[in-house]
């Protein structure tokens, strides 16, 4: 069995190696991870502080996670250190997945247990998004080894490993997932109603006992790094999405989604050979039903993602093996229907293959923010003054704190800033943004586009095999392959940087253009002094000092007032953007009464 493990194991290594970053909703798992790596117990530091998102998420998975990933800091590479984390991430879910193609193997036979594997290895979402940092993922090698208990008990009818399978899904349900415990309740419904193979008792008093352990664990420790006391993360996502409903503001789809839609692409080819097992087979039909009444149960809820049920996906492949399984079974007697069907069967797992390859091909444009954020530490060097802004599309698509590799360099994800002007006076020498139009070109220059996944249109079906038939070894042709495909992928830019052309001229100018009333003064200096007096008595409070000798780059203010003002001394005192001179000009403008006047004060 290891053999068929290696072929999943691989896969998920492809998918976390060709596509490295990640996208929003691994958000805040990821920023965890680093920050508990880098920061340790400097809880100010944290991301999830300034950016904590909609509702608190647990740090039991993050410090998982991180305690394995901390090794990689050797690498001194944060790029390379996210790397580890996500095969972290990976090695959890093809620990627990081995576990449960263990109990598969008692409970159904080797060659269910190893075509299980190899269905999965066909399915895109299954190996691309199990070494991803959602927290249905990190939920989920818990849920394997729930699920490696359940299948035991039904194995060897003992109690025991159905006890021990409520313990696994319920501290799941109550630290991680709360879904998770919908799907136990319809577990436990099943084996108590259809199979009697529990009681009440022993249901409540796994469930209570595993639950209160599993609230003595995440409320101190979350409670912690969230800084609010008492704090049951967990908790307060069931009450927003289960009690309040807010998770449908996020879009709503139909009733039929999961079944019509998400399921189908999901399991691809295991899904046509899960219900042909649902009606075949009565040892399949026990592990589908709760399955099913889960997927419907969540159907009824308005907001609907894959991810809500991802953990029924082993469940539907294992019954689809046996299916496969049957039907090998059956070839083995040498009936040349069952053979064609075998066949059949392989040359769809093929297909399914084909389609999770090009599944993972368009995944690898849908972030462009994190190749943006990455071709920049290669356009600058270490030792350049770089404050870098990421806008809201540039830290949805893949930007994160393990893409920020130089410490010398500042990053920001600020979503204040009211205006161009801002970003100019907040000091930031790039930008990387969706949106360069808003920003005035002779100030920046686009220094580098990254594309992202526009769209993906099938091509018509007849003219596109008719070039097939007509050239046929066009399809050897490996440098044109993209152009072989049946369907079309457009991409086009998304992600732009921009680098400021002329930092401080830019900067004084924007200063100067921002306020009114404008000195750039030196601390020490005589004239800037009696230049302040004068300003007190005639325009109190009503203007602004910029003193250029505590700024870094005094040479540069100074260069750029020249170049505005053609004065080189100070103070130099601008009002609604022209200079008006220095010390002697603003004293000789006092002694004739018009100071106030010209500086426009009240």
Known sequence: MSKFIAVVVAGMAAHAILCPFTKVEESFNLQAIHDIVHHQTDISKYDHLEFPGVVPRTFIGPLFVAMFTWPATVLNSRFLEQYAARIVIASMVCLGLYRLLLSTRKLFGPVTANVTALLLATQFHFLFWSSRPLPNILALPLVLEGFSHWLQ????????????????????????????????????????????????????????????????????????????????????????????????????????????????RLLLVSYPLAGIAYLADRRARRLLTPCILFVLAFSFLPHKEWRFIVYTIPIFTIAAATTVNSVYVKSRKQSAANKALLAFIAGSMLLSTLASSFMLYTSMYNYPGGQALEALHHLESPEANVYVHMDVTTAMTGASRFGERYPSWRYSKKEDHENTDHYILAGYTHLITSEPEKYDSEMYEVIYTANGLKSVSIKPFRPYFQSLVKNPQQLLNCAEWQNNLPAKVNVGPVVHILKLKEPTQAFIQVLIKSNPRLMFSKTYCPYCMRAKMLLNQHCPGQYTVLEVDLQSNQLGIKQALYNLSRRTTFPNIFVNGVSIGGSDDISMLANEGKLAEVMGCT
């Open 153 to 264: 008990a039904q194995a060897t009818n003992d109690r025991k490993q159905l006890n021990l399978s409520i313990r696994w899904l319920t501290f799941t349900a109550v630290v991680f997932r709360f879904e998770v415990g919908i799907l136990l309740a319809f577990i436990l419904l099943s084996e108590l109603v259809i199979h009697r193979s529990t009681s009440v008792r022993d249901i409540l008093l796994n469930g209570v006992v595993a639950a209160v352990i599993s609230l003595l664990v995440t409320v101190p420790i979350d409670s912690y790094f969230w800084q609010t006391y008492p704090l049951w993360p967990e908790g307060a996502v069931f009450y927003f999405n289960g009690v309040l409903n807010k998770s449908s503001e996020w879009g709503t789809l139909p009733m039929t989604a999961y079944f019509l839609s998400f399921l189908p």
